[in-house]
Antibody, heavy 120, light 110 residues
Framework: QVQLQQSGPGLVKPSQTLSLTCAISGDSVSSNSATWDWIRQSPSRGLEWLGRTYFRSKWYNDYAVSVKGRITINPDTSKNQFSLQLTSVTPEDTAIYFC??????????WGQGTLVTVSS | QSVLTQPPSASGAPGQRVTISCSGSSSNIGSDTVNWYQQLPGTAPKLLIYTNDQRPSGVPDRFSGSKSGTSASLAISGLQSEDEADYYCASWDGALNGWLFGGGTKVTVL
């Protein structure tokens, strides 16, 4: 059974960097079959896919246009986890952030969600 | 504004059938599969239907999915009180190179 455990601060100041981590158990971040995704949810934007990292002989990343230039998703093979960094945050980035595993074309495992508030 | 369009709400009495639509375009639903997620308050979305019409183990057969062209539908038959939740469709968009979600449909059991 795959489990995803999220961690990170719930409050970030405007213009600073949002950082979250998703620890994986029951699978490997280096899996050749899965992608590891970040999604956020807010009342104004609904569910919004942010990006993913995955390994297919080498590491790849894809990012949503809405956050490209501000987002980095990195795998950490030594800890079997992956992380999200979102720079220059504004109150518009206030949301519940989820990590998820995509396998076979669907997200079948999700983290518990982390409410991140951007406020001074 | 979501690129996949869902009605904001749907409702039905216990035992009735409710259908939720999800409308997309040729770059997403028209060329890839559709998944459906159920989200209960305060929890993460849960996979309900994958690859248009497949149910994961443990999902009751009251839930069914279908796809035609650039649209998809989720049907809940024999509506039960525990089906009150938000439902989201999702599909990969090849033009955007990313996942798209619908705006969500809140199902109320009357």
């Amino acid at each position: 059974q795959v489990q995803l455990q999220q961690s990170g601060p719930g409050l970030v100041k405007p213009s600073q960097t949002l950082s979250l981590t998703c620890a994986i158990s029951g699978d490997s971040v280096s899996s050749n079959s899965a992608t590891w995704d970040w999604i956020r949810q807010s009342p104004s934007r609904g569910l919004e896919w942010l990006g993913r990292t995955y390994f297919r002989s080498k590491w790849y990343n894809d990012y949503a246009v809405s956050v490209k230039g501000r987002i980095t998703i990195n795998p950490d093979t030594s800890k079997n986890q992956f992380s999200l960094q979102l720079t220059s945050v504004t109150p518009e980035d206030t949301a519940i952030y989820f990590c998820a595993r995509t396998w076979g074309g669907f997200m079948n495992y999700w983290g518990q969600g982390t409410l991140v508030t951007v406020s001074s | 504004q979501s690129v996949l369009t869902q009605p904001p709400s749907a409702s039905g009495a216990p035992g009735q059938r409710v259908t939720i639509s999800c409308s997309g375009s040729s770059s997403n639903i028209g060329s890839d599969t559709v998944n459906w997620y159920q989200q209960l308050p305060g929890t993460a979305p849960k996979l309900l239907i994958y690859t248009n019409d497949q149910r994961p183990s443990g999902v009751p057969d009251r839930f069914s999915g279908s796809k035609s062209g650039t649209s998809a539908s989720l049907a809940i038959s024999g509506l039960q009180s525990e089906d009150e939740a938000d439902y989201y469709c999702a599909s990969w968009d090849g033009a955007l190179n990313g996942w798209l979600f619908g705006g969500g449909t809140k199902v109320t059991v009357l």
